[in-house]
């Protein structure tokens, strides 16, 4: 049983702290009475990330005082290394997750072609990996004292056992993946959390579904967003806002926990309700 007795636990995440996706959200959920966990590389903060500002340090110290959570999302956001294997197992267990194959068997096609005109991300060299985790958390935190970072989400979703050790020797709580699935509270990976994606074919009644599995398996769900816009053809991963919009409407009338990742993270560790 989740807290409040809920059937499901959720947590709404939003990668790349861009300052447009800020703004809009907290308005709408300070709507519903929902607080989420909002993920920024620092090198970024007050500047602009693939074209899109992205949060100052005024906002995050704002989204800190309005109870959200504030996460590291690295320094620079370069990708991490993993082995083809592992890659080829996140692509078959996404597949087998993602409620439209097609659609998501084109966005990887297009993703492949992006890469090879040279849109690949940045690979990180292995010594700076450690830096990278390590003192995103530091910078934060001496920017947000005396608030404390616990979360963390991988750049481009990629990770290993060893850099999931290195998430937890630097002091974070949890971790987030872009592996798509739900968290179930028996044997839980802390460092390898799941989630459900918003991708540019992803339509409400998909993202109603993932609150009816999660539901129906008495599951903890992380949606994460990279882009909300008012203008959903900002850039192709916008989410639009009145979309989101109708999600909410859906989701505040379930018997659903929507908590932070941290929140949902501690409370999933300490409680002997879900042991």
Known sequence: MWKNKARAAMTLCFDDGFKETYELTKELLSEYGIRATYYVPTAYVGKSFYGIP?????????????????????????????????KV????????????????????????????????????????????????????????????????????????????????????????????GLNNPAGMDFYALKCKVWRHYTDVSAMNLWVDHALGTEAWLIELYHHVSNDPKHTRESC?????RAHLDYVIGKDVWIDTQHNVATYTRTSENLR
């Open 89 to 180: 197992w996140r692509f078959l267990s996404n597949f087998a997750q993602e409620e439209s194959k097609a659609g998501y068997f084109k966005y990887i096609l297009g993703q492949a072609g992006r890469n090879m005109l040279g849109d690949s991300a940045a690979r990180c060299p292995s010594d700076l990996i450690r830096s990278e985790i390590a003192l995103s958390k530091q910078i934060l935190e001496r920017e947000l004292a005396p608030y404390r970072v616990s979360s963390f989400a991988y750049p481009r979703g990629s990770f290993t056992k060893d850099t999931e050790k290195l998430v937890e020797r630097s002091g974070y709580s949890s971790a987030r993946t872009t592996v798509v």
């Open 54 to 86: 992205v949060m100052s340090l005024s906002d995050l110290r704002e989204c800190v005082r309005l109870g959200m959570e504030v996460g590291s999302h690295s320094i620079t956001h370069c990708e991490y290394p993993a082995s083809m294997p592992t």
């Open 240 to 244: 639009p806002l009145s979309r989101l």
